[in-house]
């Protein structure tokens, strides 16, 4: 009896695998034979994304400091590290509330004469900077982000022009504000925390919910398959 259940389980286990084989071997014709191409029209490799030459920051009064990365290029660099690690990030925390944010100033990334980028940064946000990425880019859509913004945001933007106080004692470096920063307890809402720490978690855990149903979905189609062999 035990090598009859064994043999069927062996059984159904080759009807997966063939199953699955099959279905690989009946894929659109197109993945394995792509259409040929014109001779008048070759192929061409795409293009590498221009590189940034100008930045534009605007503030609040309507003013505008643009920085040139051939006239200034440590400048260029500093504020450009800033921002430029949000183009693909996924976004880190919530949207404060508007009395938390303090200054608004938007960074414009330029390759030559055209727009690229676009940020907002709040470096005077209360438990550190934040920085947003709004849905509309200059290029296109793109989901839309809250981010802890660096600690050196504040002191990039004030060697820029921007009027903000000097913070000698600020650390370099790091993407993701707080650590390193004197925060008063009271700016510190417990409920935004746990709010950012449940989203932070949500993504994981619906990819490993999904990954156990794929499992128990195999197990009970092997299961099945057994009992009616029986």
């Known amino acids: ?9 062996v059984s159904a ?24 191409l014109r001779e008048e029209s070759p192929a061409a490799a795409p293009k590498a994304a221009a590189k940034p030459t100008t930045l534009e920051i605007s503030g609040t009064d309507n003013s505008k400091i643009v ?12 504020v450009l590290s800033e921002v430029n690690w949000l183009s693909g990030a996924e976004p880190t925390t919530t949207r404060p509330k508007a009395d938390k944010l303090g200054p608004k100033y938007t960074v414009t990334v330029l390759a030559k004469d055209k727009a690229t980028q676009l940020y907002d940064l709040y470096p005077l946000a209360s438990g550190g900077p934040r920085a947003f990425r709004p849905e509309r880019q200059p290029t296109g859509r793109k989901s839309a982000g809250w981010f802890y913004g660096r600690l050196t945001m504040s002191e990039s933007l004030r060697v820029s022009g921007v009027p903000l106080e000097e913070k000698p004692d600020v650390v370099s470096g790091g993407i993701g504000g707080g650590i390193g920063e004197e925060v008063d307890s009271s700016e510190i809402d417990p409920v935004a925390v746990g709010n950012d720490v449940f989203h932070q978690m ?29």
Not at 1 to 9: F, K, N, P, Q, T
Not at 15 to 35: E, Q
């Open 1 to 9: 009896m035990a090598r009859g259940m064994w043999g069927r389980l």
């Open 13 to 36: 286990t080759g009807i997966l695998v063939a199953a699955a084989v099959l279905g690989a071997g009946m894929a659109p014709a197109a993945h394995a034979t792509p259409p040929l």
């Open 67 to 78: 920085i040139q990365q051939a006239e200034r290029p440590e400048l260029f660099q500093r």
């Open 202 to 230: 949500r993504r994981p855990f619906l990819i490993n919910v999904a990954v156990l149903l794929v499992v128990l979905a195999g197990l009970g189609g092997v299961a099945y398959l057994i009992r009616r062999r029986v």
